[in-house]
């Protein structure tokens, strides 16, 4: 079983990767750190504690991450995600029983250590914090994933940038140049995780999980939101869920090692890049890491019907 700590910012796709991970039994969540990004902080902490009410698992630490990026003004994507941030799902009546300082995170890594995977499905800012404060333990952990960049592909934050990098790159870069065997998943994959919404519909009316009732009226709204972004689309793309399945199921995923480079200013802001080239000329002192380039979209598409209908 694979011990996670989650930092997220619920959002939709952030929430269907928390139930996916909640219902997933090669899974075991030891914490979610909230930060802002698809919402505020605030809303992500309130959207968190949402969905371990609804699974019973309030004994999941909640910890505070980010509330705004390093260097500028946060921007949130409620359009996209819904008035607070799930789908047309309220979540206003909620609040945390407990919400943990950010040191938290540090005392999770020194219990758990090479068992502990960080899966960051928001902006960097959080995970980047972690790098750059001061009796740093985070090099102790077994793995990082984190769900960021477009290669050879169209950005969706900007022509040439992924939404969380966008967000921050100057927190992404630090990621980028002080992670080491970091996990990348950009949006050449996440962009293909598309759940068809007749799918949603069946999980909802057909299966008897602590999440079916409230698929139905997250998804309906977020693939409205995406039919005006992508024309034609039937459902949605669960971008972040790519993640914990890769987590669970490597065999089905593609990665290159590769170093990541972020442009952090500019009109270029935001952009991911590395050498592909078949012999990469390489910066000296500089981490390689991974980047998933494909997968089994079929595969993914199969699992994640399969884990959402488990109990």
Not at 107 to 133: C, H, M, P, W
């Amino acid at each position: 079983m694979r011990k996670i700590l989650l930092i997220t910012d619920p959002g939709v796709d952030d929430s269907f990767a928390i139930m996916y991970a909640l219902l997933n039994p090669n899974i075991e969540v030891v914490g979610i750190v909230c930060g802002y990004g698809n919402v505020s902080q605030a809303d992500a902490l309130r959207n968190s504690a949402y969905l371990l009410k609804l699974a019973g698992r309030e004994d999941i630490p909640l910890i505070n991450g980010a509330e705004a990026p390093l260097s500028f003004p946060p921007q949130y994507f409620y359009e996209i995600h819904g008035y607070h941030g799930i789908g047309g799902v309220n979540t206003e009546h909620i609040t945390p029983a407990k919400v943990y300082p950010f040191q938290k995170i540090f005392d999770l890594i020194s219990t758990y250590g090479k068992e502990l995977t960080i899966v960051n499905l928001s902006r960097f800012t959080t995970l980047a914090l972690t790098f750059v404060q001061a009796g740093s333990n985070i090099h102790e952990v077994g793995e990082i994933i984190v769900m960021g960049g477009a290669f050879f592909v169209p950005g969706n934050s900007s022509p040439l940038a992924e939404a969380n990098v966008y967000g921050d790159p100057q927190a992404a870069k630090i990621v980028a140049t002080r992670g080491r065997g970091i996990t990348f998943v950009p949006l050449n994959v996440s962009n293909r995780a598309i759940i068809p919404l007749d799918m949603i519909h069946y999980l909802s009316e057909q299966t008897s999980t602590y999440f079916s009732p409230i698929l139905n009226p997250i998804m309906d709204y977020y693939s409205i939101q995406y039919q005006s972004i992508i024309p034609g689309i039937n459902g949605a793309p669960l971008h972040d869920v790519t993640l914990l399945s890769f987590l669970t199921s490597q065999d089905h995923y593609k990665l290159i090692s590769r170093q990541v480079f972020v442009v952090d200013d500019g009109p270029s802001r935001g952009l991911t890049y590395a050498d592909f080239r078949p012999v990469p000329e390489t910066i000296p002192h500089y981490p390689i890491n991974k980047i998933i380039f494909d997968f089994e979209v079929e595969y993914f598409v199969n699992d994640f019907v399969k884990t959402m209908s488990s109990f």
